[in-house]
């Protein structure tokens, strides 16, 4: 077994460890054909289960405890993973899922059972390891931490020298912007000038592991809409004014390397660098197995002597190898079968599969018991599932999914089948999407590619309902009503109950998915909506009150024209009782440095020539540009 160096408590004695999170299963539907009886973190990497890998790097971390979530289903086979690692850990939690789709899902169960009680690394795969403790990154965490608690998560990125997951990184280490579900090589934002003191990279990736603080966590607890871990990163980003919060980047040094797995792609990639010990000391080693490394990084176990052609190559117990076999950057599970002439470069054969004479395996994954016979040809990114067997004339296109069975009910609505001989079927995605890389087969995008027949429904009902966005805004702005109108006799209003405002408004802009251009508008609407706000008087004194809320929105000027905007459209629907203090309104803003020049001038010039409220604040308007222009002489 493998064992941890031991550790120093004394450095740390007053530091509580890190725990881990580390999730077993793989909510990917690429992976479902080949997780039907088993977890992901049970599948076999060179003939050791993958968690194992996980558990190994982890334990050379500064971690002590660790969770490891799986589903009912799987949940048995984890009893032995437990006992193998009670020893090696402090303690080793099983958290039992049912009903679990997501990470989301997850973590909120992790969080219902109270077993994490200070910051966290999170493991989104069992296919997850690096080749660095994470020892600077842990530290950097927690010095930032305890001097601001609202860096609430780290990101662990890597170089690469292939094709890079874009990010918007400043001075700092704090991510500015992050990259684009449709297209990780570009950024999810609309700003392409974010200063001097931002810096985007395109070469580097985000290898899925974060460390985080139990505030991240409170995240998915408070939305059950939030999924997957870059859902609450945009959040926090899109958000980052209101609640303060952020996230930082760390980007490992040029000589180490991390890796999460989450489909076929990184999977076969995963494979060949732990072969090639880029992980070390992670390595394909079992317990009480002869191990020899032949030349060329050939690696064999068990008794066996094969010759085979090739490099940086893993042949499990038992294989059977004919003449002139050539492997490269490739595993073969145990008991498999080489047949004489055959080629297989960065690939993974499955125990028990017989690969038949002259057959060529190039990019491409085969599962357990497959047989290919002779004069099968595969092409490159096939994933064969199962107990497949491919009787040497069966056509197969380029990066197709082949079942020995057509998909069950639960893939049906996502995937259709085809044909193509006795127990061969090829699996595609309805959305045309890729099963070996890149985004999975059946997810819903924002753009709507795909709809399910709640998405239908719900359109058919949007278009029932008249005008339903204003409806979403009407409820939006009553609920924002309902939490302004709570502290509104008290004079002054405390921080406590300022952060509370936020977080309730915070709540029902998620509620109605709300663009944060709106919430600034329409929060707006909601104060001016106060009782007795048709009384300069009172409205000053509200202003006042409310001023530490108006300083958390309205900072920056986009936030500034959405006031601005809110105002103009109470305006419209209250033009009597309001145009009156259209502008003493805006004037008292302007002296508490809520809003600026700069927002009034520039939204005054958008406004139609035809529109009244130019006439409203033309002196406010007026004042400030002969202030300008006195600044000016004075200069």
């Not at 997850?128 to 780290?154: G, W």
């Not at 317990?287 to 090739?310: D, F």
């Not at 893993?314 to 076999?325: A, C, H, I, K, R």
Request: glycine share 6%.
């Amino acid at each position: 077994l493998f064992k941890m160096p031991p550790k120093d408590d004394s450095k740390n004695q007053d530091v509580q460890k890190l725990s881990a999170v580390l999730i077993a299963e793989s909510f990917e539907p690429r992976f479902n054909l080949i997780t039907s009886d088993k977890s992901f973190g049970e599948l076999d990497i060179c003939d050791v289960p993958s968690i194992d890998y996980s558990l190994r790097w982890i334990a050379r971390c500064d971690i002590t405890n660790v969770v490891i979530v799986v589903s009912e289903k799987h949940a048995p086979a984890y009893k032995n993973i437990e006992s193998s690692w009670r020893g090696i850990f402090d303690s080793v939690i099983i958290v039992i899922c049912q009903n679990a789709h997501s990470i989301g899902d997850v973590l909120r169960e992790v969080e219902s059972r109270n077993v994490l009680t200070s910051h966290f690394l999170l493991v989104p795969s069992p296919v997850s390891f690096c080749s660095s403790t994470l020892e600077n990154q842990i530290k950097a965490f927690r010095q930032r931490f305890k001097k601001d608690s609202n860096a609430v998560m780290s990101l662990i990125y890597s170089e690469t020298r292939a094709d890079g997951t874009c990010v918007a990184i400043n001075e700092n280490g704090r991510m500015v912007a992050f990259h684009s579900q449709s297209d990780p090589s570009k950024l999810d934002s609309h700003n392409d000038d974010f200063g001097e003191t931002v810096k985007i990279r395109e070469d580097v990736i985000d290898t899925g592991i974060a460390i985080c603080s139990l505030k991240a966590l409170a995240h998915f607890t408070d939305n059950f809409d939030f999924q997957t871990r870059d859902e609450v990163i945009k959040h926090i980003l899109v958000n980052e004014e209101i609640m303060l919060q952020y996230v930082t980047v760390e980007v490992l040094p040029p000589f180490e390397s991390a890796v999460s797995v989450f489909d076929y792609s990184g999977l076969i990639r995963s494979n060949s660098q732990l072969i090639s010990r880029i992980f070390y000391p992670v390595f394909p080693l079992k317990s009480n197995t002869k191990v020899l490394i032949n030349s060329g990084n050939v690696i064999t176990t068990g008794r066996q002597r094969v010759h085979i052609e090739g490099w940086n190559a893993f042949l499990g117990e038992d294989v059977s190898v004919g003449n002139n076999v050539m492997v490269i950057s490739s595993s073969v599970g145990k008991k498999c079968t080489l047949e004489s002439n055959s080629r297989i470069v960065e690939s993974m054969v499955g125990e028990g599969s017989v690969v038949g004479e002259s057959v060529s395996l190039h990019r491409v994954f085969l599962a357990q018991n497959v047989t290919i016979s002779k004069g099968q040809t595969v092409p490159q990114y096939v994933i064969i599932g199962p107990n497949v067997k491919l009787n040497g004339s069966i056509r197969l296109t380029e990066r197709s999914l082949i079942s020995c069975c057509p998909p069950d009910e639960e893939m049906e609505d996502s995937v259709e089948s085809e044909k193509l001989g006795e127990g061969v079927y090829s699996w595609k995605g309805k959305t045309g999407r890729d099963w070996w890389a890149g985004e999975w087969i059946g997810r819903k995008e924002e753009d709507g590619d795909e709809k399910g027949e709640d998405e239908e429904k719900k359109e058919k009902d949007d278009e029932e309902v008249e005008e339903g966005e204003i409806d979403v805004e009407k409820q939006f702005t009553e609920e924002v009503l309902d939490s302004l109108k709570g502290p509104l006799n008290h004079e002054k209003i405390s921080k406590d109950t300022i952060q509370k405002l936020i977080v309730e408004i915070n709540s029902s802009k998620i509620a109605w998915n709300m663009p944060m251009d709106r919430v600034h508008a329409l929060l707006f609407v909601a104060f001016l909506r106060l009782p007795e706000n048709d009384k300069f008087s009172n409205l000053q004194k509200r202003m006042v009150a409310y001023e530490q809320l108006f300083v958390k929105y309205y900072s920056k000027r986009e936030a500034q024209f959405g006031l601005l905007e809110g105002l103009h459209e109470f305006y419209s629907s209250n033009r009597e009782s309001f145009s009156p203090l259209v502008a003493k309104t805006i004037h008292h803003l302007y002296d508490r440095d809520i809003l600026s020049e700069e927002a009034i001038l520039g939204w005054h010039e958008d406004l139609e020539e035809s529109d009244p409220v130019r006439g409203l604040i033309k002196k406010v308007v007026e004042w400030l540009e002969e202030s300008d222009e006195d600044e000016d002489a004075e200069e």
